[in-house]
């Protein structure tokens, strides 16, 4: 594809190059600190690949400054990610690709995030089951975690797997790459892996794999939990197990350098009509869902009270107000058809994901994309300007006639008839 042979220090071929380009591309995202998008990398497609691949087998290859951006959380306040240039971006993908298949056959089957084969919905499929059997939860979360992986004891773990000099290389650079800030200053990371880096999943996956994955084996291996990166739920018999492994797991959270949350790290009882104690918390959040007592009817249509997931109100805020960022009722000058083509790839993932449990409670969410596109026909139609009802009614009308044109309205007018 590129050239000729040359002799290098470090054997990486230009098939693995251009394999990670193909997964950046694929990937999409933003640009660096260089200001370079994909389609401005692929403008000298060949010379930049040839460029990056030479590098890398000479062991001549720095990265860049990652580009530190801030984005809000679901639940206010701000969360910072690094952005790596497009060919940096390849480059964490030639390793990425290289040393995962070696780390996934030791990484526990209760670790979730990032990881082939395993998703978000897997976990909080498996917290469901195990909520059921066990009363009590302890639901972790570690303070700035990505922040605060320490550097010495990262590359400990990277060495425990990989030999290889040149893998070890780029990833040392990488921990100690240079972070530009908003306000263009650098700063030199003491400890921490950017969270937005290709690379960053994998390498905290395999630092929470010693720092407490296998450490749940050895020391609390009756214990069941589901992991997904630094957010875990651990499953307790009773309040006493929950408390000692909430003390231990600061102590152990202390040691790799790490601190767990002191207010969100909770205990909570999982009550339902077989579960009577009086306790204060009875609920928790975790990927998107929260986990509480709710009205639920078995097989021979009697109604009791189950502890199980349904989406969070986090979530329902962060989906009102992404579409309200949509602003359908300036779209007058689309047809109705056009809404559903730009819109629907979405609305069909919140379904498929906050869908998958207690899918009732989304019924109110989606609901409110009824609104804004009743709110678009009386701007649209003059017909039904100011008449809310009418457009009401004029929607209902062709949601029961083509319930596949929008993605929620078979599920939405589906539970409305019954």
Not at 43 to 66: C, H, I, Q, T
Not at 250 to 270: D, P
Not at 289 to 296: A, E, G, K, L, V
Not at 398 to 405: E, T
């Amino acid at each position: 594809m590129i050239g000729l042979k040359q002799a290098k220090p470090f054997c990486i071929t230009k098939r693995q190059v251009w394999e990670a380009y193909k997964r950046v591309k694929a990937n999409k995202g933003s640009a660096g600190v260089d200001g370079q998008t994909i389609e401005a990398f692929e403008e000298d497609l060949k010379g930049n690949l040839y460029k990056l691949w030479n590098r890398m087998s000479s062991g001549s290859y720095f990265p860049p400054a990652v580009l530190r951006v801030e984005i809000p959380k679901v639940g206010g306040g701000m969360r910072p990610l690094g952005i790596p240039t497009v060919a940096d971006r390849i480059a964490q993908t030639v390793v990425k690709q290289f040393i995962e298949p070696e780390m996934e056959k030791h990484f526990h089957p209760d670790s979730y995030g990032y990881r082939p084969g395993k998703s978000a919905l897997d976990a909080v499929g498996m917290a469901r089951k195990r909520c059921w059997k066990n009363d009590w939860v302890l639901d972790l979360d570690i303070k700035g975690f990505f922040d605060s992986i320490d550097h010495e004891l990262m590359m400990r773990a990277v060495r425990v797997h990989v030999k290889d000099k040149w893998v070890l290389l780029y990833i040392e650079r990488w921990l100690k790459a240079p972070i530009e800030m908003p306000d263009s200053t650098q700063i030199l990371p003491q400890k921490g892996t950017p969270q937005g880096g290709v690379i960053s999943p994998l390498l905290a996956n395999l630092f929470l794999h010693y720092a407490f994955d296998k450490w749940m084996k050895r020391n609390y291996s009756n214990i069941q939990f589901e992991r997904y990166a630094d957010d875990a739920v651990c499953h307790c018999k009773s309040q006493s197990q929950a408390v000692k492994l909430r003390r231990d797991l600061e102590l152990r959270m202390k040691a790799v350098g790490l601190e767990l949350h002191s207010e969100k790290t909770k205990i909570v009882y999982c009550k339902d009509d077989d579960r009577r104690e009086d306790y204060p918390l009875i609920s928790f959040d975790f990927l998107g869902y929260t986990f509480q007592p709710r009205r639920s009817k078995n097989r021979w249509g009697k109604y009791f009270i189950n502890f199980t997931p349904a989406i969070s109100n986090k979530a329902a805020k962060a989906i009102r107000q992404t579409s309200r960022g949509w602003n359908w009722p300036l779209r007058s000058d689309k047809q109705l058809e056009d809404l559903a083509r730009m819109f629907n790839s979405t609305i069909r993932g919140w379904i498929n994901y906050y869908g998958r449990y207690y899918q009732s409670a989304l019924y109110p969410t989606l609901k409110c994309l009824e609104r804004r596109l009743i709110m678009w026909a009386t701007r649209k139609y003059k017909r039904l300007r100011h008449h809310r009802r009418r457009a009401a009614q004029w929607l209902d009308r062709i949601a029961r006639n083509q319930p596949n044109l929008f993605a929620h309205w078979g599920l939405l007018y589906a539970s409305a008839g019954q």
